[in-house]
């Protein structure tokens, strides 16, 4: 691996081999998702907690400040919205020279494996990182899967994770299934970092999958709306932060986030 793409990726993996993404870049197809309207101002509390930032280059430009940015992973996919007919049928929306131009420590595109855009989005993968690849940049594969959310079992997700892996992801961020998870990651060459997906019903189940995802051998997660659409979403954050830096179990995580969301809240009263 040469010296520039092992020191982007050193910026999102910490010196603990763990790592701690914050997508905000939900509004690629679905539009202003709810308390992401302004997200400038909802990341903002939470930046202190995560290792990097998932972002579109438009919300890049114009809501994330470039003093002391957290590390970006730039998304350059897309094409297709919640109002059309198939979220699959995804293109590549940014240059090389943009990715460059932005100082993106790495970049993230959607692949849809079993789609019927399938060698489309796979394709998509391998030119990214056929480009990427020339200047030291970094790819992380986004194992989509649409509306269809009942694809995600482990037999599934193995395939997706090895055919990413194979075409030159360097990371690949999947979703946790509690059935056989540990299979999906040790048929995956590369490390795997566990996707948010649907909000959960509340933060302990969070707390919970993302725990198991870890112990088997997730290195970490990317997780946007199970954090910033709670009601508490720094409580979240930290909770989180210390299940993934500072292998707190379930419990401790259930403490930290209780500690903190009275703090937040008696400050507020004040």
Request: proline share 4%; with cysteine; aromatic share 8%.
């Amino acid at each position: 691996m040469d010296w520039g793409i092992k020191n982007r990726l050193s910026r999102l993996i910490q010196p603990d081999g763990r790592c701690f993404f914050m997508p905000i870049d939900h509004g690629y197809f679905q539009g202003p998702t709810s308390c992401l309207e302004k997200p400038g101002e909802t990341v903002k509390p939470l930046l202190a907690y995560c290792d990097a930032l998932f972002v579109t280059r438009g919300v890049l430009r114009s809501v994330i400040d470039a003093a002391g940015a957290k590390p970006i992973i730039l998304r350059v996919s897309g094409g297709t919205s919640m109002a059309g007919k198939d979220l699959a049928n995804e293109g590549l929306t940014t240059s090389i020279e943009e990715i460059i131009r932005l100082n993106a420590s790495a970049v993230g595109v959607s692949i849809f494996v079993g789609s019927e855009y399938e060698k489309q989005t796979l394709l998509n993968l391998a030119q990214l990182v056929n480009a990427c690849e020339d200047y030291g940049i970094p790819v992380m594969a986004v194992t989509a899967v649409g509306k269809e959310l009942e694809k995600r079992d482990a037999r599934y997700l193995a395939l997706s994770c090895r055919i990413a892996a194979e075409l030159g992801a360097r990371v690949v961020k999947t979703y946790w299934c509690e059935k056989d998870f540990a299979k999906v990651v040790k048929g995956c060459p590369v490390p795997v970092v566990i996707a948010g997906g649907p909000k959960c019903s509340s933060e302990v189940d969070v707390f919970k999958f993302v725990y198991d995802g870890i112990a088997k051998g997730a290195i970490g997660i990317n997780l946007g709306r199970n954090v910033w659409q709670s009601p508490h979403p720094v409580a979240v954050a930290a909770a989180l932060r210390a299940i993934i830096h500072e292998n707190a179990n379930v419990k401790k995580a259930e403490k930290i986030f209780q500690e903190v969301k009275n703090k937040k809240t008696a400050s507020s009263r004040g």
